[in-house]
């Protein structure tokens, strides 16, 4: 059986399924406005969760969140379930595909095998789509695949109960409460209030703190750390910044994005604005990403790269500052 | 970045065929979307990630053959894990897989604790023994 569901690529996996399931109830919902709304925007260094032997950085909210956010800011009910038992995960999503309601599932990405391999870490926050079943071949939609795939039951339970860190547990979600029209300007307010609290944080991880303090740890790597692990570091900020799903520029642009979509919906040019200042603020991280390359390129980068890339850091936090700062007083 | 900006550099993307999606502003200063072959930085970054394993691989390895490490390690690092991933895998506490490195321990274990490890690795208990019948 196969559900009339349509597949939208979309650049990063949570929003995507937020956007293309909200377009199967008929509700036009846009990456960036859910991602803008769940508040996704985010800079966040987790000392003591490493990932792939080196200190974990997110520039986006924890797996799940945005959804959680959205649906609770524009009025929709969203039910969960997690399980122990692959049978019981199984049986449920069977049902819902027997009832014409395509689900959300989080996998881990390590067994997903229609992933070059290159990609495959063990890394479980991953979102998808299941629209359909022919046989024992389940129909996916992945939003971040140009068109749709399909994996095995037995494939499909393997990344549904992948472990580790954020292990899913076969963490199955569908939206089964809509309200008449959604409320997007209320919404959209309380999304971005948000996202300016985040990176406005007196905490010295998160948010514009935390980028200066990222770039304090840059400087000192290489005399702490050595050159090896320095690069290494430096190369997985990079990754978590540009890798699949982030839209390029660390979320900026999807953020950019957003605020030029709100603009109009709450009629306020300001925001447009600011949404250029975005767009600028996101090629910086650009351009910090090609420097940064450029160390961990050649083995036998000086002190002074590490300096130039963290002094890079500092002017972002900077202008990440004021920014929040503006965008607090536009919206008030 | 502009619509005419993003990047289409060549990446390991390609062998998968598809390409990723990005947000860039047209001649109008509108956002929208444009699908990116790849870009060399972060290409870079990907494959120093992807050779890093290699070597840790291939230091496993030679630390088997020498009889410093248990197979298990190898292994581990072959699948891209940690300690701690490998512990959730198995379902047993990070300590006792560390024990678990110790080729003395290693030779000891009964067939039912081996048989965990190759289920996870998806291999037979034969190969678990000895990684020389691993092809990789």
Not at chain 1, 123 to 140: C, M, P, Q, R
Not at chain 1, 176 to 186: A, M, Q, T, V
Not at chain 1, 236 to 248: A, D, K, L, S
Not at chain 2, 25 to 33: A, R, S
Request: hydrophobic share 40%; proline share 4%; net charge positive.
């Amino acid at each position: 059986m196969q559900i009339n569901f349509t597949h939208h690529q979309s650049a990063h996996c949570e929003n995507g399924v937020i956007s293309n399931l909200m377009k199967h109830h008929g509700f036009n919902v846009s990456e960036p406005m859910a991602f803008g709304i769940g508040s996704g925007l985010l800079f966040c260094y987790i000392p003591f969760l490493m990932v792939n032997h080196a200190p974990a950085f997110t520039y986006r909210a924890l797996p799940g969140i945005i959804f959680k956010r959205f649906a609770k800011r524009v009025g929709i009910k969203i039910k969960r379930e997690k399980f122990k038992n692959p049978q019981l995960a199984k049986a449920r999503l069977d049902e819902n595909l027997k009832n014409n309601n395509p689900v959300g599932l989080q996998v881990g990405v390590y067994n997903l095998v229609y992933f070059p391999d290159e990609y495959r870490f063990h890394f479980n926050a991953h979102n998808l789509v299941v629209y359909g079943k022919e046989g024992d071949t389940y129909l996916i939609s992945d939003p971040v695949m140009e068109t749709v795939t399909t994996l095995t039951d037995k494939q499909l339970e393997k990344v549904r109960f992948a472990k580790g860190a954020f292990a899913p547990k076969g963490h199955i979600y569908y939206p089964i409460d809509f309200p008449k029209e959604l409320n997007l300007e209320k919404a959209i307010i309380k999304g971005i209030k948000h996202t300016c609290r985040d990176m406005l944080a007196p905490m010295p991880v998160l948010g514009v703190k935390g980028i200066r303090h990222t770039a304090k740890l840059i400087r000192k790597w290489p005399k702490k750390k050595g050159i090896k692990k320095a690069n290494h570091y430096l190369g997985q900020i990079v990754r978590m910044q540009e890798e699949i799903g982030t839209g390029g520029g660390g979320f900026r642009y999807i953020f950019a994005a957003f605020l030029q979509e709100s603009s109009k919906v709450l009629s306020k040019p300001e925001l447009s604005e600011l949404s250029k200042e975005m767009t600028d603020i996101g090629d910086l991280w650009r351009d910090f990403a090609v420097d940064a390359s450029r160390i961990y390129k050649n083995r036998s980068a000086k002190d002074d790269a590490y300096n130039n890339v963290a002094s890079q850091l500092e002017v972002i936090a900077d202008k990440e500052e004021v920014f929040f700062k503006k965008l607090k007083k536009a919206i008030k | 970045m502009k619509k005419d900006e993003v990047p289409q550099d060549k990446s390991n993307l390609e062998s998968a065929n598809f390409k990723e999606l990005c947000y860039a502003v047209d001649e109008n200063g509108e956002y929208t979307t444009v699908n990116s072959s790849g870009w060399d930085p972060k290409t870079i970054a990907l494959n120093k990630a992807i050779e890093e394993i290699k070597e840790r691989v291939e230091n496993a390895k030679q630390r088997v053959l020498n009889n410093k490490t248990s197979p298990i390690e190898y292994y581990m690092e072959f699948h891209k894990m940690d300690l701690p991933i490998l512990a959730s895998y198995v379902g047993l506490w990070k300590w006792r897989v560390k024990r678990h490195f110790k080729p003395s321990v290693f030779n000891k274990l009964s067939n039912k604790t081996l048989e965990k490890y190759a289920d996870v690795f998806d291999i037979s208990i034969e190969q678990l023994k000895n990684i020389e019948l691993h092809a990789d």
